[in-house]
């Protein structure tokens, strides 16, 4: 973390989390996933798909297993997402979960961004016209 602060970090902040996700210690889980993704039926996308690892959206099918595999050993590129899709036209974003991080970290990113939650059935009812 002090590496990170020395090289101009804005906010560093330790995370407390279950495993070693989205880094190289993760490398035999992406072999796993490697051949599940094989096996997975993965069609092209109608709508862009933001990959973590690029921060860009993709809709092939190979583009999206590909960068599936990677993700599992790769840093994740929130804010570069979250940016693109704002430049591409995003205005809502949508939580899906417990809790509120990610509607924090994208008012962050733009105060002009909607942002919401979904985190229980009650939620997902009122969200859908009767």
């Given at each position: 973390?002090?590496?990170?602060?020395?090289?101009?970090?804005?906010?560093?902040?330790?995370?407390?989390?279950?495993?070693?996700?989205?880094?190289?210690?993760?490398?035999?889980?992406?072999?796993?996933?490697?051949?599940?993704?094989?096996?997975?039926?993965?069609?092209?996308?109608?709508?862009?798909?933001?990959?973590?690892?690029?921060?860009?959206?993709?809709?092939?099918?190979?583009?999206?297993?590909?960068?599936?595999?990677?993700?599992?050993?790769?840093?994740?590129?929130?804010?570069?997402s979250v940016r693109n899709m704002i430049a591409d036209g995003a205005k809502t974003f949508v939580e899906v979960g417990p809790g509120n991080v990610l509607q924090s970290l994208v008012k962050r990113i733009s105060d002009a961004a909607e942002?919401?939650?979904?985190?229980?059935?009650?939620?997902?009812?009122?969200?859908?016209?009767?």
């Amino acid at each position: 973390m002090q590496l990170a602060k020395e090289r101009g970090a804005k906010l560093v902040k330790e995370l407390v989390v279950s495993g070693a996700f989205h880094s190289p210690l993760m490398d035999g889980a992406r072999n796993e996933m490697r051949h599940a993704l094989k096996k997975a039926p993965i069609q092209d996308a109608r709508i862009p798909v933001y990959a973590n690892v690029s921060g860009r959206p993709v809709r092939k099918a190979e583009d999206i297993r590909t960068l599936l595999e990677a993700q599992v050993t790769s840093a994740v590129r929130w804010e570069e997402s979250v940016r693109n899709m704002i430049a591409d036209g995003a205005k809502t974003f949508v939580e899906v979960g417990p809790g509120n991080v990610l509607q924090s970290l994208v008012k962050r990113i733009s105060d002009a961004a909607e942002v919401r939650g979904i985190d229980t059935i009650e939620d997902i009812q009122q969200s859908v016209p009767a």
